[in-house]
């Protein structure tokens, strides 16, 4: 539901979305609307947070194929032999995901009201 009861500016107007949403989709995918009811009182939180906080927070994503990245060059090493060739490993998967460096720029123009 990105675009829909995430960014919703209030508790009502989250719902107002998720009734149309559940509309739409409620025959098809029955389960998937029952577990957002059921979770209702979870999510509602999330709502208090200022939009640029929440940004950050439903991005988690990008944070965890940063971290999926790490974990394959890491793995594919096996071992090393110092803690400067653990590092230097960690920095050149990082790296290869962003060579020329503007994705990083752009995440980090993204989250600059949040921080």
């Not at 990105?2 to 025959?27: C, M, V, Y």
């Not at 957002?36 to 999510?43: I, R, V």
């Not at 965890?64 to 071992?79: L, P, Q």
Request: glycine content about 4%; proline content about 4%; some cysteine.
């Amino acid at each position: 539901m990105q675009g829909g009861t995430s960014t919703a500016p209030s508790e009502q107007a989250a719902l107002d979305r998720f009734a149309e949403f559940s509309k739409k989709w409620e025959k098809r995918y029955p389960a998937s609307i029952r577990l957002w009811t059921n979770s209702w009182a979870e999510f509602v939180p999330f709502l208090q947070f200022d939009h640029a906080v929440r940004q950050i927070i439903y991005t988690t994503n990008a944070i965890e194929s940063v971290d999926a990245r790490i974990r394959g060059a890491v793995k594919a090493r096996g071992h090393f032999p110092t803690e400067a060739a653990a590092l230097k490993c960690v920095y050149l998967a990082i790296m290869s995901r962003d060579p020329t460096g503007t994705a990083r720029q752009r995440w980090s123009n993204r989250w600059k009201a949040a921080h």
